[in-house]
């Protein structure tokens, strides 16, 4: 069929202006297509780093028992205990799986960690927190605590504490100064506050502390253990085939970051759904535009049809020359539309150096191979109609025009 | 001499009810092998009916037709097509050139589209009948760049293109001043006296028809001598 593609190619390049034309037409919908692909996947990452960025993706916690139930021989249940508030099961194993974790594909950070709730006390004030042990050296594991500090340092020793600016601020605190933290186990511990940072989220500003592991042992009265496992992936949308992955491998229950997020994830879906709403307009918009320039292609060459008919073309021949014609569009114009877009995206900041104010573009999701290939793909299908319209034309009548 | 082709009670209508047109009314015909024919006959006779049948283009409403031994009634649409390509070259009056197209790929391409490709073959007997045609300084004009008789001339070496039994011509010289129509029928006899080829042309021209060896007139759709 090099020959086909050859009368094709001589047919678009015959009329040069009502080619370029059509495949302007056909870049700027793909054009649309990128650039929406890049602001829908862009807003979408944005919303996802700004909301759950911060936060773990997979979740280990120790299972609490079931509360204890006594039953009298006649299967009467005489007494059951009642479940404490605060958590008391710990993930004695903890150790042992943290190396297993992080050999798990995706799994970029894992952070045992003991958290609780307490009193911070300083001189009269008191303020009620939420204390979180962390290992040292994996301060930033999964709350980018080195990134979001203003004063001090996030290194966490013995002795040592951090919080927030909000919580500082409250108690009047400044770096150095001592203060006294009391544990929902009735433990209290002398502490150095060592940094404080900003994250922008209130209730972490406000309320969040984290100290060492070896701190939260004490204040815990926990010797072994820990309380839960947080894990950080690079992908933050495989989280739930990760979480299953860590489930079939450890045996712990594993629990990925979207089974919170249901709402989020609903507005997520709802701006994507938006998204291929106006991607497959633009796609209409070019299967329509192919379609029509082909048919009126159609009708102003009927008499070349004729001719070639006559001459022992026969309608396979002619289908495929102007089929041919609608994949040669749709190629010119899917690459014009994505060199197009590419150019368009590249003033954009990057994902990471996402300023406020301005749109948040990824240029890496422009889906430019699914723009091109789609297009192609429209531009075919567009040209069948034609094609056959082609094929059809009565030599006779065509010739005698 | 043996036959090329035989049509025998050949009736072809247009339209259905009182609309109803019958062209050809049991027309009979039998051309030789290697015959040179004129097609007379007045305005709707029937010869551009004849023609477009005879060259597999329409099917007579009733009728036979055979060809080098072939039933093209029967045949579908897609073994007509094959065989024309093979058998039969057409000029036409208005030449009908592929107007994006340079000469040689017009003459070229009932080959190529046969082959899937030009081959060098095919472009080297293009060349070659664009010379005998006295076009070889015109072999690479676009088409739509040449004078009236030379476009004729290049349909003629289209229509010979893949040496077929039969060329059809329909008012060949139609378009042409005197001295173009002259080129174009010297070209044809020659080539019907060098190679054989069987040319059936219709004509109002009675000059032409004096050049062909055989005269057909056809009048209100039958053979009328």
């Known amino acids: 069929m090099l020959y086909a593609l050859k009368i094709a190619t001589r047919y678009l390049t015959a009329s040069k202006s009502q080619t370029s034309l059509l495949v302007l037409g056909v870049a700027v919908g793909v054009f649309i297509f990128i650039f929406m692909s890049a602001l829908i996947g862009g807003l979408a990452e944005f919303i996802l780093s700004r909301t759950v960025g911060d936060i773990s993706h997979v979740t280990i916690t120790a299972e609490e028992r079931d509360p204890a139930i006594l039953i009298s021989p006649d299967g009467q249940i005489l007494a059951v205990v009642e479940r404490g508030r605060s958590r008391t099961a710990t993930l004695a194993e903890a150790a042992t799986f943290v190396p297993l974790i992080e050999t798990v594909p995706g799994v970029v950070a894992v952070s045992p960690q003991i958290s609780g709730a307490g009193f911070l006390t300083r001189g009269a004030q008191v303020a009620q927190v939420s204390v979180t042990g962390l290992e040292p050296g994996r301060e930033s594991a999964i709350l980018n605590l080195d990134g979001y500090m203003i004063q001090g340092s996030a290194r966490l020793g013995t002795g040592l504490i951090i919080l927030g600016e909000t919580l500082a601020d409250d108690l009047s605190l400044r770096l150095g100064q001592t203060l006294r933290l009391q544990s929902s186990s009735g433990v209290s511990a002398v502490l150095t506050l060592s940094g404080i940072y900003k994250t922008g989220n209130g209730m972490i500003d406000a309320s969040s502390t984290y100290v060492g592991l070896s701190t939260a042992r004490t204040l815990f009265a926990l010797p072994q253990g820990v309380t839960r496992i947080e894990i950080k992936l690079a992908d933050l949308n495989t989280a739930d085939a990760t979480a299953l992955r860590i489930r079939a491998l450890t045996g712990l229950d594993a629990v990925p970051w979207t089974d919170g997020a249901a709402q989020l994830m609903e507005a997520l879906n709802a701006q994507a759904q938006t998204g291929y709403f106006l991607k497959s307009f633009a796609l209409i918009t070019i299967v329509i535009g192919v379609a029509s320039a082909l048919l009126l292609s159609t009708y102003r060459r009927r008499p070349e049809i004729g001719i070639m008919r006559a001459m022992g073309a026969g309608r396979g021949f002619v289908i495929f020359v102007f089929v041919t014609q609608g994949a040669l569009i749709g190629l010119m114009g899917g690459l014009s539309g994505a060199a197009l877009g590419y150019l368009a995206l590249l003033p954009f900041p990057s994902r990471d150096d996402f300023q406020v104010g301005t749109l948040p573009m990824d240029i890496m999701q422009g889906s430019y191979g699914l723009a091109i290939t789609l297009t192609v793909i429209g531009a075919i299908l567009a040209s069948i109609l034609p094609a056959r319209a082609a094929a059809r034309v009565d030599p006779v009548t065509a010739i005698g025009q | ?225």
């Open chain 2, 1 to 225: 001499m043996t036959a090329l082709l035989e049509v025998s009670e050949l009736v072809k209508t247009f339209g259905t009810g009182e609309a109803e047109t019958r062209v050809l009314r049991g027309l009979s015909l039998t051309l030789e092998a290697g015959e040179m024919a004129a097609l007379l006959g007045p305005s709707g006779s029937g010869k551009s009916t004849l023609l477009t049948i005879l060259g597999t283009l329409m099917k007579p409403t009733s009728g036979s037709y055979t060809m080098l031994g072939r039933d093209l009634v029967a045949a579908d649409d897609r073994a007509l097509t094959e065989f024309r390509n093979r058998h039969i070259g057409f000029v036409f009056q208005f030449h009908n050139l592929l107007p994006d197209f340079t000469a040689l790929e017009n003459v070229v391409f009932p080959t190529a589209v046969r082959m899937g490709r030009e081959t060098p073959a095919a472009r080297q007997r293009g060349r070659e009948l664009l010379s005998r045609m006295g076009l070889e300084a015109r072999i690479d004009f676009p088409s739509a760049n040449l004078s009236g008789g030379q476009k004729q001339r290049v349909a003629v070496a289209r229509a010979l293109m893949n040496r077929p039994e039969l060329v059809l011509a329909d008012e060949p010289t139609g378009n042409l001043d005197r001295v173009s129509a002259t080129q174009v029928m010297d070209l044809i006899a020659e080539i019907n006296r060098d190679e054989g080829t069987t040319f059936l042309i219709s004509t109002h021209d009675e000059k032409i028809a004096g050049l062909c060896r055989r005269q057909i007139v056809v009048g209100d759709g039958v053979v009328t001598g």
